[in-house]
C-alpha cells in the first residue's frame, strides 16, 4: 500500500517534524518505554484524493463530541508505541485519523491501522478547543521532562506562577521563548476526563502545562515549536538544581529585569 506521505511533501515534512521530536524525547530521557504523545492537526494539507480515502479501521468513539473537529484529520502516535520506534519509523508507530460528521467517531486512514494513544480523548478535546478560539496551534505534546517533574514533588513550585517566574529568572531565554510560563494541574488520574479538563482551563492563560508527578502539556504551531517551549523550561529546572547541588540558591533575574526584558521584546506577561 503506497504512504499517504508519497508525493505530498508539505504532509510529510510535518509528520518528520514529529518523527525527529520524538528522538529527541527518547535522546532526553523524557519518553522512556511507551511513555508520551504527540497529536498534530493536518487537516490544511488533505487534498481531494485524501479525503476520497476508504477507513482502514470500523468507526471508533472518541468518547466526547466535539462540533469544532467536523471534517478535522489527525495525525497521532499509537497507544503502546514508542518513541524510539516512532523517530525511525513515523507511519508504522502512528496514524491519520478522519473525524466523522458526528463529531463523536472516528476511522483510521492511513497508512497502518495503528490505534491512536489512548488520550486521544483528551488531546482531541484541546484541539476543539483551540479551534473554537480561533487559534493558529496545530500540535499538542505530553512528554515526561524529567527536572520539571521533580520540581512538582516540592507543593511551592506547583502554587500559581511560582514555577514560572523561577524559571523566567534563570536565563533570558526562558521568558524570551516561553513568555506565558507555566500553568500548574494538581494531581489527577491520567487520561482521565478531570485532568483533560485542567489542562483546557490552564491553556487559556498558558502554552505549557504541567502535571504534578506526571509531566507537561505544551502546544503550539507545529510540533517542534512545543517541543522548544518545553525544552527552554527544563533548561532552566536543570540550571537552578545545578546552582542547588553546587551548594547555594541562584539569585535569578530580578523582577524589574524581567520586567524590562517583557517590554523590550513585546512579550505578553
Same mark, same amino acid.
Given at each position: 500500500?503506497?504512504? %499517504? =506521505?508519497?508525493?505530498?511533501?508539505?504532509?510529510?515534512?510535518?509528520?518528520?517534524?514529529?518523527?525527529?521530536?520524538?528522538?529527541?524525547?527518547?535522546?532526553?530521557?523524557?519518553?522512556?518505554?511507551?511513555?508520551?504523545?504527540?497529536?498534530?492537526?493536518?487537516?490544511?494539507?488533505?487534498?481531494?484524493?485524501?479525503?476520497?480515502?476508504?477507513?482502514?479501521?470500523?468507526?471508533?468513539?472518541?468518547?466526547?463530541? =466535539?462540533?469544532?473537529?467536523?471534517?478535522?484529520?489527525?495525525?497521532?502516535?499509537?497507544?503502546?508505541?514508542?518513541?524510539?520506534?516512532?523517530?525511525?519509523?513515523?507511519?508504522?508507530?502512528?496514524?491519520? %485519523?478522519?473525524?466523522?460528521?458526528?463529531?463523536?467517531?472516528?476511522?483510521?486512514?492511513?497508512?497502518?491501522?495503528?490505534?491512536?494513544?489512548?488520550?486521544?480523548?483528551?488531546?482531541?478535546?484541546?484541539?476543539?478547543?483551540? %479551534?473554537?478560539?480561533?487559534?493558529?496551534?496545530?500540535?499538542?505534546?505530553?512528554?515526561?521532562?524529567?527536572?520539571?517533574?521533580?520540581?512538582?514533588?516540592?507543593?511551592?513550585?506547583?502554587?500559581?506562577?511560582?514555577?514560572?517566574?523561577?524559571?523566567?529568572?534563570?536565563?533570558?531565554?526562558?521568558?524570551?521563548?516561553?513568555?506565558?510560563?507555566?500553568?500548574?494541574?494538581?494531581?489527577?488520574?491520567?487520561?482521565?476526563?478531570?485532568?483533560?479538563?485542567?489542562? %483546557?482551563?490552564?491553556?487559556?492563560?498558558?502554552?505549557?502545562?504541567?502535571?504534578?508527578?506526571?509531566?507537561?502539556?505544551?502546544?503550539?504551531?507545529?510540533?517542534?515549536?512545543?517541543?522548544?517551549?518545553?525544552?527552554?523550561?527544563?533548561?532552566?529546572?536543570?540550571?537552578?538544581?545545578?546552582?542547588?547541588?553546587?551548594?547555594?540558591?541562584?539569585?535569578?533575574?530580578?523582577?524589574?529585569?524581567?520586567?524590562?526584558?517583557?517590554?523590550?521584546?513585546?512579550?505578553?506577561?
Amino acid at each position: 500500500m503506497e504512504s %499517504i =506521505l508519497n508525493n505530498r511533501p508539505k504532509l510529510a515534512a510535518e509528520i518528520n517534524k514529529v518523527a525527529e521530536v520524538a528522538g529527541y524525547l527518547w535522546q532526553k530521557g523524557w519518553a522512556e518505554r511507551n511513555g508520551g504523545n504527540i497529536t498534530i492537526n493536518i487537516t490544511e494539507y488533505v487534498d481531494d484524493e485524501i479525503k476520497a480515502m476508504p477507513a482502514i479501521s470500523e468507526v471508533k468513539p472518541i468518547g466526547a463530541t =466535539l462540533p469544532y473537529l467536523k471534517g478535522c484529520y489527525f495525525y497521532c502516535k499509537g497507544t503502546n508505541k514508542r518513541m524510539r520506534d516512532l523517530a525511525r519509523q513515523p507511519m508504522a508507530n502512528g496514524s491519520v %485519523i478522519r473525524i466523522l460528521d458526528d463529531c463523536a467517531s472516528y476511522v483510521i486512514i492511513a497508512d497502518e491501522p495503528v490505534n491512536p494513544t489512548s488520550e486521544l480523548p483528551s488531546h482531541l478535546s484541546v484541539h476543539n478547543n483551540l %479551534i473554537s478560539k480561533g487559534s493558529n496551534y496545530k500540535a499538542s505534546l505530553h512528554t515526561h521532562p524529567i527536572e520539571l517533574v521533580a520540581l512538582t514533588h516540592n507543593k511551592k513550585f506547583m502554587e500559581k506562577d511560582y514555577a514560572s517566574n523561577l524559571l523566567w529568572s534563570m536565563i533570558p531565554e526562558t521568558k524570551a521563548f516561553c513568555p506565558r510560563g507555566l500553568g500548574m494541574v494538581p494531581y489527577k488520574l491520567p487520561s482521565s476526563v478531570e485532568l483533560a479538563e485542567a489542562t %483546557i482551563n490552564e491553556l487559556d492563560d498558558y502554552d505549557v502545562v504541567m502535571w504534578e508527578k506526571h509531566g507537561v502539556f505544551a502546544v503550539d504551531t507545529d510540533i517542534m515549536a512545543a517541543f522548544d517551549q518545553v525544552d527552554v523550561l527544563n533548561k532552566s529546572a536543570l540550571i537552578y538544581i545545578a546552582a542547588k547541588n553546587m551548594g547555594f540558591e541562584p539569585d535569578g533575574m530580578s523582577q524589574e529585569q524581567m520586567k524590562e526584558m517583557s517590554v523590550a521584546f513585546h512579550l505578553p506577561k
